[in-house]
């Protein structure tokens, strides 16, 4: 990310254990080398967009809330839940619990979407992956559009822009 200069990392790599079953002595020791890489993307510009990942838990999987791990990380880090279209978070998705100070819900059921290795056909999918490029495209148009503003200014301006209004469930 960091040779590339990569802006705005949209990440769904899915975990069925919740962020609250580690601890953070063990995550730091077990992930020293991801967090390390984090950080150095994070000091190039980098904002990183998770998934929450679809087991149906109360909290956001180990990726999705790394920043509760190891806070350093947490300006530049915005996780996604899945909600459908009566604008209620999905059965399957995880919830925000301990990351809902950097976690947002976009649709993300029935999503339509285009296959491009499959002659650019029309599919609809569902689940968290889908829903967190609505907030990468939104960082993303960000960057472009305000290139002196920090990584840490484009996440906290989505934060502060975000709204419940309509959120049901």
């Known amino acids: 990310m960091v040779t590339d200069n990569i802006c705005a990392a949209n990440n769904s790599w899915g975990s069925s254990r919740k962020v609250t079953n580690y601890r953070s002595s063990d995550v730091v020791a077990s992930y020293k080398s991801t967090i390390a890489a984090a950080r150095a993307a994070q000091n ?4 990183f967009v ?12 180990i990726w999705g809330s790394l920043p509760n791990h190891a806070p350093g990380l947490i300006d530049s880090w915005l996780t996604v ?10 059965n399957y998705t995880n919830r925000c619990g301990v990351a809902k100070a950097f976690c947002f819900s976009t649709p993300g059921s ?14 609809r999918y569902s689940g968290t992956s889908i ?39």
């Not at 190039?44 to 904002?47: A, D, I, K």
């Not at 839940?81 to 978070?89: F, P, Y």
């Not at 029935?110 to 599919?123: D, L």
């Not at 960082?139 to 419940?164: D, G, N, V």
């Open 81 to 90: 839940v899945a909600s459908d279209n009566t604008k209620a978070e999905t």
């Open 110 to 123: 029935a999503v339509n979407a285009t296959k491009a290795n499959s002659g650019y056909k029309q599919i």
């Open 50 to 61: 998770f998934s929450a990942s679809n087991s149906q838990q109360d909290e956001v999987d």
């Open 44 to 47: 190039n510009g980098t904002l």
């Open 131 to 169: 829903s967190a490029p609505h907030i990468s495209r939104i960082a993303a148009l960000l960057m472009q559009k305000f290139p002196s503003l920090s990584t840490k200014a484009i996440a906290t301006w989505i934060k502060k822009t975000c709204s419940l209004e309509g959120l049901t469930g």
